[in-house]
Each structure stands twice: as C-alpha cells, then as structure tokens.
C-alpha cells in the first residue's frame, strides 16, 4: 500500500506542479489583452494578432490545467446519487466510472491527439487569417492534456481503490 501511496503522491504532484505553471498563462492573457486594448483605445492602432493570440493561450490554459482541475476537484459533477452511498460504494462506482467511461474516452482523444499533432507539425500548419501564426506547438497541447488527464485519472482511482481496500473516507482533494 505504501508504494500505492508514492505512486499517487508523485502523480499528484505532476499535476499540481503542470498546472500551477499552467495558470501564468492567464496573466499572459491579461498582458496582451491590456496592449491591445492601449493600441486600439488609446493610439487607434489595433493589432491583428491579439485576438487570435489570447484565443491560443486561452486554449492552452484551458488544456493544460485540466489534470489540475481534476486533482483539486474543480470539475463539474453530478452528485444526485453518489453523496447519499457510503463511502465504499462511492469508491467502487468511482472506479468503475473511470474505468469504463473516463479512460476509454481520455485514452481515445489522447491516442487521436497525437496522430492530429503529428499531422499539424509534418505540414507546418499556421493559422488562415492574416497573421497566420503556427498552430502544431497549440496542437500539441491536445495529446499532452489528455496525458496528463490520464495520470491524475490513475491516482484518482487509486485513492478509491485505496478507499475500497482499507475503508475509511473518500480520498480528499488535495490543498496546500
């Protein structure tokens, strides 16, 4: 059990760490919204960059942060049923809740990710639109993601089978 503890301990953590850089992305947002509005508001002089950018980097915030989200338990759900079992049959629906939809769905988007991104890349991909910035280092954030989903998935269930072995509470998010 000791080695199930590191292992989660460690996947959390990569979790934790990917999404705390992550989230300096939206102070990257914030920065070029704030220069665009200047340039437009300011000195009549729109970028034709800012949009797409801020799009970009809020596609990449939104994906990279996800295991994050996962981990601190930020992600929508829908308790109706879950919250009045006990916490045995909360930890045995969790487990088969990840093993028949969560990771057939994130292995599936993360396999197909791949395969996109190394389309992207081979033909040097950029943007239809006048400023026309590459796309393959965005794409590549999709099988990243969806890797990184699939980590804090396998600690998620361990915690519930760590809950379903020994007994005791659901596994608590984790906080500072």
């Excluded at 930890?91 to 992207?120: D, K, N, Q, R």
């Excluded at 280092?137 to 804090?152: G, H, M, R």
Aim: a negative charge.
């Amino acid at each position: 059990m000791q080695a199930i503890r590191h292992l989660i301990r460690i996947l959390d953590g990569i979790s934790d760490w990917v999404g705390r850089i992550g989230a300096w992305s939206v102070l990257a947002m914030m920065l070029v919204t704030v220069f665009e509005v200047v340039s437009r508001r300011v000195f009549n002089a729109p970028g034709i960059w800012a949009f797409e950018t801020i799009t970009m980097l809020f596609g990449f915030h939104f994906m990279i942060v996800a295991a994050y989200a996962l981990l601190h338990r930020s992600i929508v759900s829908v308790d109706l049923l879950y919250e009045h079992l006990a916490p045995r049959a909360q930890a045995l629906l969790s487990i088969v809740s990840y093993l028949v939809l969560f990771f057939p769905f994130v292995i599936t988007v993360a396999v197909h990710g791949i395969g996109f991104t190394e389309y992207s890349w081979s033909m040097g991909e950029t943007s239809n639109t006048a400023f026309a910035p590459p796309l393959y280092p965005f794409k590549a954030v999709i099988p990243v993601c969806f890797a990184l989903l699939a980590l804090q998935g396998l600690s998620e269930t361990l915690k519930h089978l760590l809950v379903l072995i020994e007994g005791g509470n659901q596994p608590e998010a984790q906080h500072e």
